[in-house]
């Protein structure tokens, strides 16, 4: 009798860890062969999955993500870098913790601003009205740290700092070690568009959004396909490639949700703008 089951993912991966281990056992000259080999058929089906994708993409967006469900078939495109975890990153998932409780904070005249994530303890600080507000702690545990909380249950502290206790140094120009670099100044970066720049081989946009400036990497999430060009409207961005719309405020994907934009920390000080990029 014919089996006509699929395999698993797990079987799938488990054959191929067989014949890498068979191989580990070849001389240096062999694995070298192998691997260069093994390079070149990973990037004709690389190169066949992005054509493929687009192809499908075009008749229809919804069949693609129905073929992404598949465990197989997610593993390879995961794979091949070509989707995103659903997963946010912890950055991203603060910023949406923070958006959640801004309009609150904003009708009170204040804001509140993301200083630094240092696991397991996030630092923001409290602006407008809520920095000398004398229950600005009620507000910060009520609110801002509930929120936090419940977007990353791996936080445990969330830290209102002031605006003197930012960085150990008061120059930020000089906190390069930390990963702080000026980049621009605040009076170039839109409030109706985005300003593309370069910083450390990274290409990346800023845009005002309310009273914070935002920094993205300069890559759809999609393709990665260039934004700059991309037309912004009420706070959204939209690729010019393939119309993927982003929210400027927090980089949260608005046509695939699980594709949010990669974020960098920005801080404003004296009218000069830092980013931070580690490295």
């Not at 791996?154 to 390069?176: G, H, R, W, Y």
Request: with cysteine; net charge negative.
């Amino acid at each position: 009798m014919t089996n006509d089951r699929s395999p698993t993912l797990e079987e799938l991966v488990q054959e191929i860890n067989r014949y890498e281990a068979i191989a580990s056992e070849w001389d240096e000259s062999q694995r070298v062969v192998l691997m260069a080999w093994k390079r070149a058929i990973e990037a004709l089906h690389r190169e066949a999955l992005i054509r493929l994708i687009r192809s499908v993409k075009q008749d229809s967006l919804s069949a693609l993500r129905r073929a992404a469900e598949d465990e197989v078939v997610y593993g390879l495109l995961r794979y091949y870098d070509l989707v995103k975890s659903p997963q946010p990153s912890l950055e991203e998932r603060v910023k949406l913790a923070l958006a959640e409780v801004r309009p609150g904070l904003q009708s009170h005249n204040g804001d509140v601003e993301l200083v630094a994530i240092d696991l397991p303890t996030v630092k923001v600080r409290l602006t407008g009205t809520c920095s000398n507000c004398p229950a600005s702690t009620l507000t910060l545990t009520d609110s801002v740290e509930q929120a936090i909380k419940r977007y990353c249950p791996e936080i445990t502290q969330v830290i209102a700092v002031a605006k003197d206790n930012f960085l150990p140094s008061q120059n930020l120009s000089q906190s390069v070690d930390s990963g702080w670099i000026e980049l621009t100044s605040l009076a170039e970066v839109p409030t109706q568009g985005v300003l593309a720049m370069k910083l450390l081989g990274k290409s990346l946009i800023l845009s005002k959004v309310g009273s914070q400036v935002v920094c993205y990497e300069n890559a759809c999430s999609h393709f990665g396909e260039p934004l700059d060009s991309g037309n912004v409207s009420n706070g959204i961005l939209t690729c010019p490639s393939h119309k993927f719309r982003y929210r400027l405020e927090t980089g949260e994907c608005l046509t695939s949700p699980e594709m949010s934009l990669q974020s960098y920390l920005v801080q404003v000080e004296d009218g000069r703008v830092f980013v931070q990029i580690k490295r």
